[in-house]
Structure formats: structure tokens, C-alpha cells
């Protein structure tokens, strides 16, 4: 009994291996491109600590998935050369050159996340749900999910759009034909609903691509990557009395720095 309890207990932890094939026994809290952060699964009330990725072999999460990270060795960082501009003596009106090195930063790799359509990059690679939970924690994620129904619910407004309208230029072209009265109740009221599609996209779409830009800007603002300037229609609480509804449609303008 006390090696089932064991093993039940080894299963319910976060497992982070390391290179050196040394284990810590852990509750894994973030997972970024370059560090990890867990808290010690035998003081989870304790200080959180942070592992660079490039110490780590893998982690075995509780749920029996896998992260596996690069085994190779990480490469040596270059000691840029510095530049030495070319100069030329003149000896007996002969003229020498002298050997020119010229000088090439090395390209500064970062994480920074952007919104493409319904979903999240990072650097330029499209990422997955779950990676998207990783990176941006569980409240953020909520908003995430939320903003990517929000998109859907858009486009399945704007498809109706379409639609509607192709049923509108049909009815009206049948009354103008024909002089039927019902084809011409019906062009109206597709007309209506053709207006109630458009505005419906417009807001849902526009509300779920605000939500998903303001996930992607609280991630860059916690690496420290924080500039951002976007535009995006909101519902917001109207305080003014002469309204008798108290939320209004409007567009928000959000600037981080």
C-alpha cells in the first residue's frame, strides 16, 4: 500500500528533468522561450524559482504530457570584432590598402506576440491553444477563448450577411419582373435583416480581434516588450442621465508604453 500511495503521489507532480539527468519535483507556473517557472512541489505556498530553458531536458507534467526542449549544446556567443576603418599610406607615390574588417551585429532574437486573424504568433509561428495557455496563464487564456468565440460568432454574422443580401437582390429582381407584392414584403424585411447582419459582424468581430490584440499586448508588456497602439468598437457603461439605455456601442483607442 505505501509503494501504491508512492507512486500515486509521483504522478500528481510536475516532473522537470534536467541535463545533467537530475529531477525537481515541482508545480510548473510559466513556460516561456527562455526560462521556466515553477514552485517546489513540496512547499507550493513557498518563493517561485526559475530554471533557463537551456537546463532543462523535459518536463513530464501531472497529466502525462510532455515538453521536450533542444538537447543540443547552446552555441558559444561570438566577441564581435571591432570595426577598423581602412586607411592608405602613400610610399614613393605607391599606394598600400590596408586589410578592412567590417563589423555585423548579431540578430537579437525575441518573443513577441501578435494577433493573425483568430489567432496568436509568436515570432511569426502560428501557435496552438495549448501554447497559448502556457505562455499567457489561465485568466488571460479565458479572454483568449472568449475573443476567438467572439470572432467566430462575427464571421457566422457576416456569412448570414451575404446570404441575406443574395436574397434581397433576388426578391427585388422577382417584384421588378413580376409586380408580386409578397416578393417585395420580403425584399424589406431581408433588407432589415441584411442591416442587423452587418452591424452584428461589425461588433462581434471587432470586440473578439480588441480582446485577443489586448492578450497578445499583456504578454509583450510582461517581457518587456510593452509599445502598442490599437483600435477597437466596445460596449461601454454610459453615465449620462438623458440616455435611458446604460451601455452604449463605442470605439476604444488603447496605447501601451
Not at 545533467?20 to 515553477?38: A, F, G, M, Q
Not at 496552438?128 to 487564456?141: M, P, Q
Amino acid at each position: 500500500m505505501m509503494l501504491i500511495l508512492t507512486a500515486t503521489a509521483a504522478f500528481a507532480q510536475d516532473v522537470i528533468v534536467k541535463k545533467d539527468n537530475s529531477t525537481v519535483l515541482s508545480k510548473v507556473l510559466e513556460v516561456s522561450s527562455t526560462e521556466i517557472k515553477y514552485k517546489k512541489w513540496s512547499n507550493q505556498d513557498g518563493p517561485t524559482y526559475t530554471i533557463s530553458v537551456n537546463e532543462v531536458l523535459s518536463i513530464n507534467y501531472q497529466n502525462g504530457e510532455i515538453d521536450k526542449f533542444d538537447t543540443t549544446p547552446a552555441p558559444q556567443q561570438q566577441t564581435p570584432q571591432q570595426y577598423t576603418p581602412q586607411t592608405t599610406t602613400t610610399t614613393n607615390n605607391n599606394i598600400v590598402s590596408m586589410p578592412t574588417t567590417s563589423y555585423k551585429p548579431e540578430p537579437i532574437y525575441g518573443g513577441y506576440m501578435r494577433r493573425s486573424g483568430s489567432t496568436l504568433t509568436l515570432d511569426g509561428r502560428t501557435l496552438s491553444d495549448n501554447e497559448v495557455r502556457k505562455l499567457v496563464g489561465e485568466e488571460n487564456y479565458k479572454t483568449y477563448t472568449e475573443a476567438k468565440s467572439q470572432i467566430a460568432a462575427g464571421d457566422a454574422w457576416s456569412a448570414m450577411f451575404w446570404i441575406s443580401l443574395i436574397g434581397f437582390g433576388l426578391c427585388e429582381a422577382g417584384y421588378s419582373s413580376t409586380g408580386n407584392s409578397t416578393l417585395a414584403y420580403s425584399a424589406i424585411g431581408l433588407f432589415v435583416f441584411n442591416d442587423i447582419c452587418l452591424v452584428c459582424s461589425l461588433v462581434f468581430d471587432g470586440i473578439g480581434r480588441g480582446r485577443m490584440n489586448w492578450v497578445a499586448d499583456e504578454y509583450n508588456r510582461q517581457h518587456g516588450r510593452n509599445y502598442s497602439l490599437n483600435f477597437a468598437p466596445s460596449i461601454m457603461e454610459c453615465k449620462t442621465p438623458q440616455l435611458q439605455n446604460n451601455y452604449g456601442f463605442g470605439l476604444t483607442m488603447s496605447l501601451n508604453f
